[in-house]
């Protein structure tokens, strides 16, 4: 997410703080420590989404906090309903196991009185104090409210993708959607609601959020419904360029400035697949060796080729996942063609114009 800096990585995953989070000290001032702790737990929760997605086989590139939570960046959506559920749940059971895990310590360690405060304090508007002991608990119960609060049935939040993959094992993938974006909507109307009458506006950012993001997944499942129904052998061009692994980067810049490609295939001198070299590496090539500089010493060697075979929501999913704009389709070791993000948005267009 651009406006944003790493500040640690944890099992390949990069956790990011967004520019906007800083906001936050302005407005909480010296309780900014609160909030950090508070974060410290939400990001616990997202770790907890991103690791089972991964046991799954969904590549989690970062989680990003922002001032309303956090958001951990997957590449593509749970195959199968079941997957979807075990994700969505493991972030609220993860703040629901630090409630149990430290409820007897922290109870022992402050007193019953003002553990109990603490609990008291949450649903009552939380106090800050200068009573360590107090912060202390309040903080604590903060994972009792971020688990109820994810489970709300708020799509696309943790409860309303819940909730959609229990109706998708009847319903299907997408008419689950539909129904839980509703659920979703319904919540951000009420949300909002509360945040206008009772001047929040914690509660009408948060309604935004889950209006819009309900709306942008909804949209991602009818792209990904379109896009299964077509092959990448559907999209072959007619015309498409390879560039030779003796070519310079000025040779390349001139094809790109020539045709429609942006991205290449390189080829040996028997025509087979060598690498692929994008205008990124290109552009950088350039402005760190210069125009001479051979393209074979700038190519991606390690870049997955298609078949023909897959459909264009697994070309798209396989250009998120190795973060590129195109990729070359090879048969028998021979480049045949080359799809485009382009390409994809084009068929996109056209198909949901016809329907």
Not at 255 to 260: D, G
């Amino acid at each position: 997410m651009r406006g944003s800096f790493t500040i640690a990585e944890v099992a390949g995953i990069q956790i990011k703080i967004h520019i906007t989070f800083l906001l936050l000290i302005l407005i909480f001032g010296k309780w900014f420590f609160f909030v950090l702790a508070i974060f410290f737990f939400v990001t616990l929760h997202e770790l907890a989404h991103s690791l089972v997605a991964k046991s799954f086989g969904i590549q989690v590139r970062e989680i990003t906090l922002l001032p309303i939570g956090g958001v951990a960046s997957m590449t593509k959506l749970p195959d199968k309903p079941y997957q979807e559920f075990l994700i969505s749940l493991a972030g609220p059971l993860t703040n629901i196991a630090i409630v149990v895990i430290f409820y007897f310590p922290l109870k022992h360690l402050v007193g019953p009185d003002v553990f109990f405060a603490g609990f008291r304090s949450l649903f009552g508007g939380i106090i800050l104090t200068n009573n360590p002991g107090l912060i202390l608990t309040e903080i604590y119960w903060i994972n009792l409210m971020l688990a109820g609060f994810n489970l709300l049935p708020a799509f696309p939040m943790d409860g309303g993708r819940i909730l959609r993959s229990l109706m998708a094992q009847k319903l299907g993938f997408q008419r689950a959607t539909k129904v839980a974006v509703n659920f979703g909507h319904a919540f951000a109307i009420l949300f909002g609601y509360l945040g206008l009458v009772q001047g929040r506006l914690m509660l009408l950012i948060i309604a935004v959020f889950i209006y819009m993001a309900a709306a942008s997944e909804e949209m991602q499942v009818d792209v990904r419904s379109i896009l299964r129904k077509f092959r990448a052998r559907d999209l072959l061009p007619q015309q498409f360029v390879t560039v030779s692994e003796q070519a310079t980067l000025s040779n390349v810049l001139e094809l790109m400035f020539h045709s429609r490609q942006e991205d290449f295939p390189v080829v040996d001198s028997q025509n087979r697949m060598a690498g692929f070299v994008t205008r990124y590496d290109v552009m950088n090539g350039i402005h760190q060796h210069g125009v001479h500089h051979p393209v074979s010493a700038v190519m991606r060697r390690d870049v997955k080729s298609l078949t023909g075979d897959e459909t264009l929501d697994q070309v798209q999913e396989m250009m998120q996942s190795n973060e590129i704009k195109a990729l070359p389709v090879v048969r028998d070791a021979t480049v045949i063609g080359i799809i485009s993000t382009d390409d994809i948005a084009r068929v996109y267009s056209m198909a949901a114009g016809r329907s």
